[in-house]
């Protein structure tokens, strides 16, 4: 009885602020990669982006080439995932030619700031995000 009335309340507050998390295999699978290496990061530990960057890369791709779920802004979706895959092969490019651990940081930190971007534009609920893309 108390699960019912969690999952009850759990719907009545997504309607009354009119949106849903949509599901998206593609961005699930990136978001593990990014979180698996950002957080480590920002405790200074690089060791997970340096050896796991091949499969940032791939999850990002792989997302990029995923079709955008309806209901959705697919062109400015589509535009910053093109954004995440270019940062994160030239990421991948740097990180193989040895770069510095401040860079490394510092790239990584953006790509996390793209991710976050495009997880804020995959809600069903209407936004104006051609605002916010153009930043």
């Known amino acids: 009885m108390k699960y019912l009335f969690l999952a009850a309340a759990f719907f009545i507050t997504s309607f009354a602020f009119g949106q849903t998390k949509t599901e998206w295999k593609e961005k699930d699978d990136f978001h593990t990669v990014m979180s698996q290496t950002f957080h480590p990061s920002e405790e200074g530990k ?8 091949g499969e940032m890369v ?34 991948q490019k740097k990180i193989n030619a040895g770069a510095s651990d401040e860079y490394i940081t510092k790239k990584l930190s953006d790509l996390h700031d793209i991710f976050h971007k495009i997880v804020g534009m995959c809600s069903t609920k209407d936004h104006d995000h051609k605002k916010e893309d153009s930043k």
Do not use: H
């Open 58 to 91: 791939d999850k990002a791709v792989a997302w990029q080439e995923s079709k955008v779920p309806e209901g959705l802004d697919a062109k400015s979706i589509k535009k910053n995932l093109k954004k995440l895959v270019s940062g994160s092969k030239s990421l």
């Open 46 to 53: 690089l060791e997970p982006i340096k050896t796991r960057i």
